[in-house]
C-alpha cells in the first residue's frame, strides 16, 4: 500500500523539485570563439559580376583563424539567450575579378578590435551585432542558434596596383540553427589570453546566406614536427622488418 502511494506521488514530486524546468549545467563565462572559413565556401555578391567566392586570410598569431566572435555576457542557468558581436573577419578572393580591362583582388573584412594583420579598413563600420541561445542539453556541453547582422568592407584593388581602389560597404543578415559546443577545447584549438574562452567551444556551424560554414579554428603542427613523425614511423617500421 505505501509503495502505492508513492508510485502514485512520484512524477509530481519530480516536477515540483524542478525536473522539467531549465537545464542545469557548468557556467559559461564571457569570451571569444575563433573560427575558421573553409575556402570556396563562403561568397561575396559584387555589382555586375555576382558572386565571388572567397578564401581564408589567416589573423597572425591565431592559426588558421579568420573570424572572431565575441560573447558579451556569461550563461548561469540554461537555456539563455546573449548578445553576441562578429568583431574581426578576413576573407579574400580565390581569384581575381575583372572589370573592364583590370583585375581586383576583393578583400572582405571586419576588424573592430584594431587587430595588426587584417587587411586595412578605409570605413568606420556599424557593428555587426547579433544573438546567440545556448542550451546545456549534454553532460559536457550541447546546442545553439545564433543570428548575426553583419557589416563588412569589401576592397576591391587592382593586381599589382593597389592603390587603384573600389571600396564599399556591404550588410546581410546571416543565420545558424542546432550547432554544437563542448567545454573542451578542439584538438589544436587556438589558446590566445587575449581572447579567453570562457569555458565554450563551438563545433562547426552552418548559416544561412554568404558565410555558411565556419569551423573550429586549430593551430597546424609545425612542418619540421610532421616530418620528424614521418621519419621516426619509418625508422620503426624498418627495425621491426629487421627483428
Known sequence: MYLSRLTRFLPAALLIGGWAGPALGSPILPGFDLLHTPDNTAFVQIPNIGNVMLRSVPIPGLGNTDTIVKRN??????????????????????????????FFDVFVTINSLGLPGIHPLSTNLPASRGQMTVNHNQPNGGTFDSFFDIFVELSLE???NPTNRIVFTDNVLITG??????HTAPQGYPIDPRFPSGGFYPGTITHTGPHPTVVPATVPEPTEWLFLGSALGLLAAGRRRKG
Open 158 to 160: 587592382a593586381v599589382g
Open 177 to 182: 540553427t542546432g550547432a554544437s559546443w563542448t
Open 73 to 102: 555576457a556569461g550563461i548561469t542557468t540554461f537555456p539563455d539567450t546573449i548578445d553576441i558581436e562578429l568583431v574581426a573577419l578576413s576573407l579574400t578572393s580565390v581569384n581575381p575579378i575583372q572589370m573592364g580591362n583590370s
